[in-house]
C-alpha cells in the first residue's frame, strides 16, 4: 500500500507539481479495463493516456513527451520517461511485504549438510539441497528445485520449478586408440550472483576445474542450458530453448532471442542482440553494443537480410 506521492518517488518523479490533488491509498497495478481508485496504471501514447485518464484508476504513469498536452492538469498523472518501465517498477513495490519477509522451508524440501540459508529465504516442495549449498536472503526456490553441492546463490535470487543448478558439465576426454570417452572432472562450482531469475527446467552446470557464473540481475527464461565454465554478464536476458555450451562469454546488458545456439568458447560481447534461433560458432566473437545479429551462422542484421534477399531473387 502506498500513496502517490510514495509512487512518484519510486520512480524518480519530481513529487512538486506533478502530484496533486486528495491522496489516494494505492494497492496494486492495473490493465486499463477494470481500474479502481486503488490501482496504478501506465500510458505509453497520447492515445492510451486518454484511456488511462478515463478510467477508474487512481493513478497514472504517463510518458514525460506529453506533459504539455491536454492533461497537463491532470492531478492523477505522474510523468516519467518510461512508463512501461515504470509501471513494472511499481508493480514489484507494491507486491512486496511490509516489514521482514518470513521465510521457511517446505516439509518435503531434502537439505544436505552445513547448508547456508538466508532470511526471508523461501524452499518450496521437493527442493533438494546438496552439502555445503550457500543460499543469501530473500530467495525463492520453488517446486523441486536441485541445487548441487559446490553451489553459490546470492540475496534475492528466483528459481523457477524444476530448475538444476551445479549439476556436472558435459566434459569428456577421448582416448584416440579406442574411442573411449572419460569424463574430465567437474569438480568447480557454479556462482549465482544477487537478483537473477532462473525459469522452469533450466539447468546450469558447474565449472570443470573452475567455476560458471551468473551476473547480478541476469533473467533466465525457461528450458534454457548453460554449459561448464560458462560467464554470463549482468543484466543479461536469455530466452526459451537458448544453449550455451562450455566456456563461452555472454557480457553484460547481452540480449539473447530463443533458442539461441552459442558453440564452446565463444564470445557475445556487452549489448550485443542476438535474434531467435541464432547461431554462433565455437570460438567466435560477436561485438558491437546494440547491434544485431541473426541467422545460422550468426551474422549482422542486415548482412542476414540481404542473403535472404539474394537467395529469393534466385
Known sequence: MAKRTEVAAWVGAEVAGE??????????????EGATADAVVFAMDAVTLAKAVASGAGLVLGPRKEREGAFAGEARVVWVGDP???FAVVGKKLGEPAGEREGWIHATA???REVSIGAGTRVGPGVV???GVRIGRDCELMARVVVYAGTELGDGVVVQAGAVLGATGFG??????TGEYVMFPQQGRLVVEDAVEIGANTTIDRGALGE???G????????????HNCLIGKNVVIAAQTGISGSSVVEDGAILGGQVGIGEHATVGAGVILGGGAGVLSGKKMHGPGEVFWGRPARPLKEYLRDLARLKRR
Not at 20 to 30: A, D, F, Q, T, Y
Not at 216 to 227: A, E, F, P, S, W
Open 172 to 177: 569428456y576426454a577421448r582416448n584416440g586408440a
Open 110 to 112: 531434502v537439505v544436505g
Open 212 to 214: 560458471t557464473r551468473i
Open 19 to 32: 502530484v496533486g490533488g486528495p491522496e489516494m491509498e494505492l494497492v496494486r497495478v492495473s490493465g486499463l
Open 216 to 227: 547480478r540481475g541476469t533473467k533466465i527464461d525457461n528450458l534454457v542450458h548453460v554449459g
Open 84 to 86: 512501461r518501465y515504470a
Open 129 to 131: 539441497l546438496g552439502d
